[in-house]
């Protein structure tokens, strides 16, 4: 089974400066999706950045972009220019292209962003 | 738009006592899915469906039970709570075949006593 580890529960950043969020996964696919969810105080769950594993250019979405290393099962989020907007629970998460229909996604434990101004 | 919509968004149960959370998409999307967040714990796929009728269990399918009737609606149902059910239930949906983005509902808050 694909599993999905982020081993940072907590991190800090400062207004403006850049934050770099690490995930590592673990699958014997070869074809799959990785994606960044990101969930404010809110608790609604927000879509940050996708990446597809048979794509080498790394994804990039305004002020985030991702580092993906498929030899290293390595997918890392870094935001650039931090706002006070962005605090929150960021999940990464990994995805099957051959669940035939099913979305399921795996998800990690969560990394607590704090923005300080 | 409405997107994915969950009620109740905040329910406190018994322990023994049933009820259901309702999920309702308006995006005709063929894939609906239940997962409960646990602190630490992230993410963990209880129930999903692959269209009308059909219906199947994720990692934590015990104590819950899922019926797709339609392809709008996805009810995720406790048969008898247990605290260990305390927890903050998600629904998410999507096209099905697709890039695996997942359409969030705002969540629910279940506490059992």
């Known amino acids: 089974a694909q599993t999905v580890t982020q081993s940072q529960p907590e991190m800090s950043v400062q207004e403006a400066e850049t934050v770099t969020l690490s995930c590592t996964y673990d699958t014997s696919e070869s074809d799959y999706y990785l994606f960044w969810y990101k969930q404010p105080p809110s608790r609604q769950m927000i879509l940050v950045i996708r990446?597809?594993?048979?794509?080498?250019q790394n994804a990039t979405e305004n002020r985030f972009s991702v580092n993906f290393q498929k030899a290293a099962k390595s997918f890392s989020l870094k935001i650039s220019d931090s706002q006070l907007g962005d605090a929150a629970m960021y999940f990464c998460a990994y995805r099957n292209l051959t669940q035939g229909g099913s979305e399921k996604l795996v998800f990690g434990k969560g990394t607590k962003l704090t923005v300080n101004p | 738009n409405a997107g994915v919509t969950q009620t109740p968004k905040f329910q406190v149960l018994k322990t023994g006592q049933s009820m259901t959370l309702q999920c309702a998409q308006d995006m005709n999307h063929e894939y609906m899915s239940w997962y409960r967040q646990d602190p630490g714990m992230g993410l963990r796929l209880i129930h999903y469906s692959v269209g009308a009728g059909i219906t199947d269990q994720g990692e934590v399918p015990n104590g819950y039970n899922v019926s797709r009737s339609t392809t709008e609606d996805f009810p995720l149902r406790l048969l008898s709570a247990a605290p260990s059910q305390t927890s903050v239930y998600f629904c998410a949906s999507s096209y099905g075949w697709g890039t695996g983005e997942l359409f969030f509902g705002e969540g629910s808050r279940l506490t059992v006593l």
């Open positions: 990446q597809e594993a048979y794509k080498q």
